[in-house]
């Protein structure tokens, strides 16, 4: 891939299987807006397609990527947005990428 070539696919760590029960029952994933590297096709809305990396945490289904899906709209939002029943703490007001999908 050239450096002109668009980078339109992200392979995202699905760090739990809570997390993944969220992506598939509410169809989002987040990336904190405050992290180091977002990648480029999330910031400027490009991103066509997810995929999502199973670790370790999945025993069975580990180090895999079992689901993907074409991105729908990318938002930034609050924390208190994404998770509405978790109480108010420090990280309620940080923003994050909202990656919605189908």
């Known amino acids: 891939m050239t450096s002109k070539q668009k980078k339109d696919v992200l392979i995202a760590l699905i760090p739990t299987p809570a997390d993944l029960l ?17 990648p480029r096709s999330v910031k400027n809305k490009t991103l066509k397609l ?3 990396y199973q670790p370790r945490v999945f ?6 990527v079992r689901f993907y ?15 509405p029943d978790e109480p108010l703490n420090e990280k ?6 909202k990656i919605e999908f189908k």
Do not use: C, E
């Not at 969220?22 to 977002?38: D, E, F, L």
């Not at 025993?59 to 895999?64: G, L, M, S």
């Not at 309620?92 to 990428?97: A, F, G, K, V």
């Open 22 to 38: 969220t992506a598939m029952n509410q169809g989002w994933y987040r990336i904190p807006a405050s992290k180091k590297i977002v």
């Open 50 to 52: 997810i995929a999502f």
């Open 59 to 64: 025993k069975d289904q580990a180090f895999a």
């Open 69 to 83: 899906s074409p991105v729908d709209d990318i938002k930034i939002v609050k924390r208190k947005i994404l998770f």
């Open 92 to 97: 309620s007001d940080l923003d994050y990428y």
